[in-house]
């Protein structure tokens, strides 16, 4: 069965010293449509590491990828919701195997 990771980029740092960081929110296994699902669901109540008194939040979807625009006092920031297909983990050998054993099978 196909792995799913929801991941968010986003602004991290303040200043000069903003770069993007990326995490994963969640893993799912099934198909593609239900782990966009579950993006869907995760999006709208995400709360951004900055800025910490966000005076606007703005969500945008470009497909399957959505966009969230967060006003602070003094400059925005903003995070990038994906769905991306998990294929290796090196801490994880067993999604290696999974995914071998279904090449194999195809």
């Known amino acids: 069965m196909t792995r799913w990771a929801l991941v968010a980029e986003e602004t991290e740092g ?3 010293d903003r770069i993007w960081g990326t995490s994963v929110l969640a893993e799912i296994e099934g198909s593609r449509e ?8 995760l999006v709208p109540s995400y709360t951004p590491q900055h800025p910490f008194n966000s005076r606007r939040r703005t ?3 470009d497909g399957d990828t959505y966009l969230l625009i967060s006003r ?5 920031y ?5 769905v991306w297909e998990l294929l290796w983990d090196s801490e994880r050998p067993e999604i290696q195997r999974e ?5 194999d099978r195809g």
Do not use: Y
């Not at 602070?72 to 925005?76: L, P, V």
């Not at 903003?78 to 994906?82: E, I, K, L, S, T």
């Open 14 to 16: 303040i200043g000069d």
């Open 34 to 41: 239900e782990a966009l699902a579950e993006l869907r669901r």
């Open 59 to 61: 969500l945008l979807r």
């Open 72 to 76: 602070g006092s003094m400059r925005d």
């Open 78 to 82: 903003h995070c990038v919701f994906r």
């Open 99 to 103: 995914r071998l054993g279904d090449a």
